[in-house]
C-alpha cells in the first residue's frame, strides 16, 4: 500500500508518539483510538479505514472483540490474506480486554505486517495499560476522542457537522439545536444530518424550532441562569421540567449554590485588581458574574445564599417535600435580585 501525503503521515512512520484529534486520521501499522466518547471512536476508525481504501480498494476488514479475545486470533487476523490484499484490524472494547489480547498485542506491535493496519479502540480506564504503553512507545498515532461536555464544544461540533455537510447554519439555530439535544451527541449528529436532508436554504432557528422546538433541554445551571436573571416563569417552568424528566432536586440545588457564589466572589473584589485565575474562575464567568451582579444588591444576593441553604438542607433529608423546597429558593433567588 502506497504511503499518502504529509498530512496524513505514512504507514511506515517512524515518528515519536502523535496525539491527534479524533476528525485527523492518519496510516500506521498500529493506531489506538482512545476516549469515551463512542460516537467520535467510530468516527475515528472510520476515517482511518476511509484513508486505507483511498490507497488500496481492496482493503480487507476484520473485526475483533477485546473481552472475549482468545489467544492468537490477531496473528490470523492480521495475517496476509490468500491473495496477498491489505487488512485492516480494528479490535474493538480494549478497555474491556482480555490478557491473552494484552500479550498479542505487545508481542505484535514488535514487529508489526508493513501491509496490516490494525487499530485498537479504547474508551478509558486502566485495563489494558500495559498493551496501550506498547503501542505509544513504538510512535504509533493516537486518535483522541474526548467526551464533549462544554456546551461551546457542542456549539462547534454542531457547526461543524452542518460545515462537512457544506450547509449554512445561522448561528442561532446551531444554539437552539444544542439546546434541544445536547444531552446526547449521537442524537446531534443524527439531528444534524436530519436537517440537512429534509430541508434546503440556509438552516434557521426557526427551523430547528419546528423539528425539535419541544425538546429544550433543562438542566439545573439554565434553571439558575433563569433565576438569577430574575425571570421566575422561566425558572420555574425550566425546574419542572426539568424534575419532570428525571433531574434530581440534589444537583439543581448546587448548580443554584454554585452560581451565587460566583456573584459572591465577584461581588467582593468588584473595582479591585483581582483576576479570574485568582478567583479560581474563567475570564467568561467574571463576566457573566459582573454584568448580573448591576442588578443585584448585597442584601438581595444574602437573602438568595441563605435560601439555598435552607433548600441544601431540605433536599438531603431535612424536609419533607424536595421538590417544593427547591422551588421556592428558585423564586426566592429570581425575587431577590435587585432587592434592597
Not at 476488514?61 to 484490524?89: C, H, I, R
Not at 432536586?249 to 449554590?257: D, H, M, N, R
Not at 419533607?320 to 429570581?334: K, S
Request: glycine share 8%; net charge neutral; with cysteine.
Amino acid at each position: 500500500m502506497p504511503s499518502t501525503n504529509r498530512s496524513r503521515s505514512s504507514r511506515r512512520s517512524g515518528a515519536s508518539a502523535s496525539t491527534r484529534p479524533w476528525n485527523d486520521p492518519t496510516l500506521a501499522p498500529v493506531i489506538v483510538v482512545r476516549g469515551p466518547e463512542d460516537l467520535l471512536a467510530e468516527r475515528a476508525v472510520d476515517g482511518v479505514l476511509a484513508l486505507a481504501r483511498e490507497q488500496d480498494p481492496a482493503v480487507e476488514k476484520a473485526e475483533l472483540d477485546a473481552p472475549t479475545y482468545a489467544a492468537g486470533q490477531l496473528t490470523v487476523a492480521a495475517s496476509p490474506s490468500l491473495f496477498g490484499e491489505a487488512k485492516a484490524v480494528v479490535v474493538r472494547g480494549a478497555e474491556a480486554c482480555t490478557e491473552d489480547l494484552v500479550a498479542d498485542v505487545v508481542d505484535y506491535v514488535a514487529a508489526p505486517d508493513p501491509e496490516t493496519i490494525v487499530v485498537v479502540v479504547h474508551r478509558g480506564g486502566n485495563r489494558g495499560k500495559k498493551m496501550l504503553d506498547a503501542i505509544v512507545a513504538t510512535g504509533a498515532p493516537v486518535l483522541q476522542c474526548d467526551a464533549i461536555t462544554k456546551d461551546a464544544d457542542k456549539v462547534a461540533f454542531v457547526a461543524g457537522e452542518f460545515r462537512a455537510a457544506r450547509r449554512r447554519a445561522e448561528q442561532a439555530a446551531v444554539r437552539a439545536l444544542v439546546d434541544a439535544l445536547g444531552n446526547d451527541l449521537r442524537e446531534l449528529a443524527a439531528a444534524c444530518s436530519q436537517l440537512v436532508a429534509d430541508t434546503a436554504g440556509t438552516i434557521s432557528a426557526e427551523t430547528v424550532d419546528r423539528y425539535y422546538g419541544g425538546r429544550v433541554e433543562a438542566t439545573g445551571f439554565k434553571v439558575a441562569d433563569a433565576a438569577v436573571a430574575g425571570d421566575a416563569g422561566a425558572a420555574v417552568a425550566l425546574l419542572r421540567h426539568a424534575l419532570a424528566t428525571g433531574a434530581d432536586p440534589v444537583p439543581v440545588v448546587a448548580a443554584l449554590a454554585l452560581r451565587l457564589r460566583t456573584l459572591a466572589r465577584v461581588a467582593a473584589i468588584r473595582g479591585g485588581s483581582t483576576t479570574a485565575r485568582e478567583l479560581g474562575l474563567q475570564d467568561w464567568q467574571v463576566r457573566n458574574a459582573q454584568r448580573d451582579l448591576s442588578r443585584w444588591t448585597p442584601e438581595g444576593l444574602a437573602a438568595a445564599i441563605s435560601a439555598v441553604a435552607q433548600a441544601d438542607a431540605d433536599v438531603k433529608g431535612g424536609g419533607r417535600d424536595p421538590v417544593y423546597a427547591v422551588e421556592r429558593a428558585v423564586l426566592t433567588i429570581a425575587r431577590s435580585g435587585g432587592r434592597s
